[in-house]
């Protein structure tokens, strides 16, 4: 199966990741107090039994597939969808793991380009040093004072507080962002932050 075919499955996938993540806590969470009920039976007892049965069918029927199913589908990458974005919960997403990072409303061609676009950069993760390279000539471009607005964004500051450590208004910090995402052809600040992360960029 090809990259492109999983796109119109991925929530799908991402759904069941979820169901199965649940059901597997949930049985961790139940099967110890099966076994606490369980020791306070008479061995060999049929009300015995009926608790070896229950935790087999627990250990075996829901939490060891839970446990697998989570593993597998847990292998595809992450998007974030939100409805209540900002730039600390963006940051600490893209440090988090996720690939990419969404608001809504968004739109079907907005989202399936972003799983696509995420499923690619997933696949090709093992090349991390050319996309390291690749990401920090990206960074080289930008200016000192673009260079010092990136590295606040990615530590999640609004454009206010930025403006008041570096001592210049709001509006100017807005410029050196529009200047910096252009000169990065990034779209979005999930996509800025996932360019200084993965040129392990450091705030100066």
């Known amino acids: ?18 169901i199965s993540m649940i ?13 606490v009920y369980h020791t306070g039976m008479v061995r060999g007892s049929a009300e015995s039994e009926r608790f070896k049965v229950m935790e087999r ?16 589908f847990g292998l595809l990458p992450v998007v974030i969808v939100t409805g ?5 919960l963006a940051v600490k997403a893209m440090k988090a793991g996720a690939l990419d990072f969404i608001e809504k409303p968004y739109s ?16 090709d ?8 390279e690749a990401a920090r000539a990206r960074i080289a471009v930008l200016t000192p004072r ?8 990615v530590e999640g500051r609004p454009n206010k507080v930025i403006a008041h450590e570096l001592g ?9 962002r529009a200047n910096m995402m252009e000169k990065l052809a990034c779209r979005s600040l999930a996509e800025a932050v996932r360019v200084a992360i993965a040129a392990q960029f450091q705030k100066l």
Do not use: C, Q
């Not at 069918?57 to 597998?72: D, E, K, N, S, V």
């Not at 673009?146 to 964004?153: A, Y």
């Open 23 to 35: 059901a597997w806590m949930a049985a961790l969470f139940y099967l110890p107090r099966l076994y």
């Open 84 to 88: 209540h974005a900002d730039v600390g």
């Open 168 to 176: 210049i208004s709001p509006r100017t910090v807005e410029i050196h």
């Open 1 to 18: 199966m090809t990259i492109s075919a999983l796109v119109p499955l991925y929530l799908w996938i991402k759904s069941f990741h979820v």
């Open 146 to 153: 673009e260079r010092e607005v990136l590295g606040r964004l």
């Open 108 to 123: 079907e061609d907005e989202l399936l380009r972003a799983v696509r676009s995420a499923l690619a950069r997933h696949a």
């Open 57 to 72: 069918r627990l250990a075996r029927g829901i939490m060891g597939p839970a446990m697998h199913a989570t593993w597998l």
């Open 125 to 132: 993760n093992r090349h991390t040093g050319v996309m390291t």
